[in-house]
């Protein structure tokens, strides 16, 4: 006698107990402490702050624990929150020319004002694994130097001045917003943008790297790589002027790209641009490849059918928490649709079955 | 954070009130996919967003919820979703088809017949049903714009000249009141005749692709055919082996690794109404109040 299967809601709660166990592993190893995530893992909350929207170290750290260190489970855990959020106003757009650079490259001229600035880069270290790290031994402090007096000016606006980038179209209409309004297509730039600086970093590395390697190659060159503090400011109507509420650290690129003219567009250098929470130099840099990448309409280039130049496929498929939940869904129960396509198969190798019989 | 925390039904009224909006087109179109500001969930996209969005927007404290997968109210899905309303809406839940005044599904539409008092939720994957022949979205709506379905037509046609018959078996595409030809979402194609001229309105929410649409009730639903090749709802050789009915879905039950199996009824709700009733199958045993 087949007994249905019951105790789904028992099942779930014993799953997520022993999920739990498993979070807090060896119960004789101290627990993770969220200011250690914040503090020593601070690059992977950094990425989770970046695709979940939402900038507090805090509840990053929280949610890389609670995910038990599983990044797209992470930020999901930051949006799911994130959407709960009431809003109370829109800031104003922050001044990356402002910002307290500490680390500042430009790949396109040797030295410039404002300086090379390596700041804390893996950039020319050796990866040997280190064992003294493994011997939990303390860093010995940093030589401090002397901060760089005077402002850190945009590389693009020295090729600006001799007009050989293409300029910007400047306009203070109020951006679409992605999380608020269906994603619709064709995207304007600042959509395409918004999309990209949450998009997956795995997913807008590989197109990156697809038009490095000929799919849509855009001759991207690092103009420009900045990290550093910026302050956010918000208008409070009460008051009439604007007050700083926080400061955030942020990694912007721009990329100069090579651009020989088209129907439209005189020869000139053309750019990508990538804006992320956090020091996120991979995506901030694989983001302004594929900015570039998806400018091929306005600056009348070719579509050569490369998937880094498809907004909609781009778009589409950036959001990994959209991907990862699609694609895992798949383990959820499909019995209805797989028992039709079970009749389906049956019937179509009984008729198969039948016509071979007749044939011979 | 206590579920005192959140709203009544989760989402804030704001997006009830966007969801409704969406709503209120979806019904004034059958058919026609409303584009809407789908919010991130604490389930995950593919999980039921959609569907899980659209019964919140819906859901008033006097409603009664039932919830199915698979036409089964004790799937693990059915069972995490009807929780997360007990908890953030403080509803009545049922597993009774009749006691139940919003239903959200995945999978399958219940057997017995809806109500004008019933609103029927689906949980919808990919709402588009041009998808798979054209992957564009600005393509797709420029085509239902057009009503521009010879693809389809196509399509359908091609599987009856490899097969003989049309090869789809679930999310079965229909034509709604002559206009728009819309994806039912993943049931089998046994329940599309439910689809039509139903008394129940049917909503059908996609979270991730952030559309929403509607049969509103007593709509003329038809699922493609030909003349020549009319629809074919399908049909068992088997019946329910608990309940003994006849015309109900059937899910397989593998019972050893020998071949042997059974077909019972996937409405489970259906099932265990007509083994009250005293309805007994080839493989049941008389009902017992317990089971309940």
């Excluded at chain 1, 956010?232 to 790209?257: K, M, Y």
């Excluded at chain 1, 091929?296 to 781009?314: N, T």
């Excluded at chain 2, 029927?120 to 239902?144: D, G, S």
């Excluded at chain 2, 819309?182 to 439910?194: G, L, R």
């Amino acid at each position: 006698m087949y007994v249905a299967v019951k105790g789904g809601e028992r099942a779930i709660e014993n799953a997520h107990a022993w999920m739990a166990e498993r979070r807090r592993g060896d119960r004789e190893v101290p627990e993770l402490a969220l200011e250690q995530v914040a503090e020593q893992l601070s690059l992977l909350v950094d990425r989770v702050m970046a695709e979940g929207s939402l900038y507090d170290p805090g509840l990053a750290a929280l949610a890389i624990k609670q995910a038990r260190g599983d990044v797209v489970e992470a930020v999901f855990l930051m949006r799911a929150y994130r959407t709960t959020l009431p809003r109370f106003g829109a800031t104003e757009p922050v001044d990356t020319g402002a910002m307290l650079c500490e680390r500042r490259i430009s790949a396109t001229f040797k030295d410039l004002p404002g300086g090379q600035v390596l700041g804390p880069t893996f950039d020319y270290t050796h990866r040997l694994l280190d064992f003294k790290l493994a011997a939990e031994g303390e860093v010995p402090e940093a030589p401090v130097g002397a901060p760089r007096e005077g402002a850190v000016p945009h590389v693009v606006s020295f090729l600006n001045a001799e007009g050989l980038i293409q300029d910007e179209p400047e306009s203070d209409e109020t951006p679409r917003d992605l999380t608020r309004e269906p994603l619709d297509f064709p995207a304007d730039r600042a959509l395409r943008l918004q999309a990209l600086a949450r998009g997956d970093e795995g997913f807008l590395l590989g197109l990156a790297y697809s038009t490095q390697r000929g799919y849509a190659r855009t001759h991207a060159f690092v103009g420009e790589l900045r990290i550093g503090m910026v302050a956010v400011e918000i208008e409070i109507p009460e008051l009439g002027f604007s007050v700083e509420i926080a400061e955030i650290r942020l990694t912007e690129c721009e990329t100069v790209n090579q651009f020989k003219g088209s129907k439209s567009e005189p020869p000139q250098f053309t750019r990508g641009y990538g804006l992320v929470f956090g020091q996120s130099e991979r995506k901030a840099l694989s983001m302004s490849l594929v900015d570039r990448a998806l400018r091929w309409k306005e600056l009348g280039e070719d579509f050569v059918g490369a998937a880094a130049q498809d907004e909609e496929f781009v778009l589409a498929h950036s959001d990994n928490v959209q991907a990862t939940g699609f694609l895992e869904h798949i383990k959820l129960p499909h019995y209805v649709d797989f028992q039709s396509e079970l009749e389906l198969v049956r019937k179509m190798r009984r008729e198969a079955g039948a016509m071979q019989e007749a044939a011979e | 954070m206590t579920a005192e925390a959140y709203n009544f039904a989760y989402l804030d009224e704001q997006t009830k009130r966007m969801i409704r909006r969406a709503l209120l087109k979806a019904v004034a179109i059958p058919g026609y996919q409303v584009p809407f500001a789908s919010r991130e969930m604490p389930m995950p996209y593919g999980w039921g967003t959609g569907g899980v969005q659209v019964t919140a927007a819906c859901l008033t404290p006097d409603d009664t919820l039932k919830v199915i997968d698979q036409g089964a109210d004790d799937t693990t899905n059915a069972v995490s979703i009807r929780k997360f309303f007990e908890r953030t809406a403080g509803v009545e839940t049922t597993e009774e088809t009749e006691e139940a005044t919003v239903i959200q599904t995945r999978h399958r539409i219940p057997e017995k017949p809806l109500t004008e008092d019933q609103i029927l939720v689906y949980q919808v994957p990919i709402p588009e049903p041009l998808r798979f022949l054209e992957p564009r979205e600005v393509e797709t709506r420029r085509m239902h714009a057009l009503a521009e379905y010879g693809l389809m037509h196509v399509k359908l046609y091609e599987d009856i000249s490899q097969h003989g018959h049309i090869a789809t078996t679930y999310a079965y595409p229909v034509l709604v009141e002559d206009r728009y030809v819309m994806d039912p979402s993943p049931i089998p194609k046994f329940d599309n005749p439910k689809l039509s001229n139903s008394p129940a309105l049917q909503l059908f929410g996609a979270g991730r692709e952030q559309r929403i649409y509607a049969i509103p009730p007593y709509t003329q639903v038809v699922s493609l055919d030909f003349e020549d090749h009319p629809f074919d709802p399908g049909q068992w050789d088997e019946d329910c082996a608990l309940c003994g009915a006849s015309d109900t879905y059937l899910d397989e039950v593998i019972t050893d690794d020998r071949g042997g199996r059974m077909f019972v009824c996937s409405d489970t709700a259906h099932c265990r109404a007509r083994r009250a009733a005293g309805h007994v199958g080839a493989m049941g045993a008389p009902y017992e109040e317990a089971e309940a």
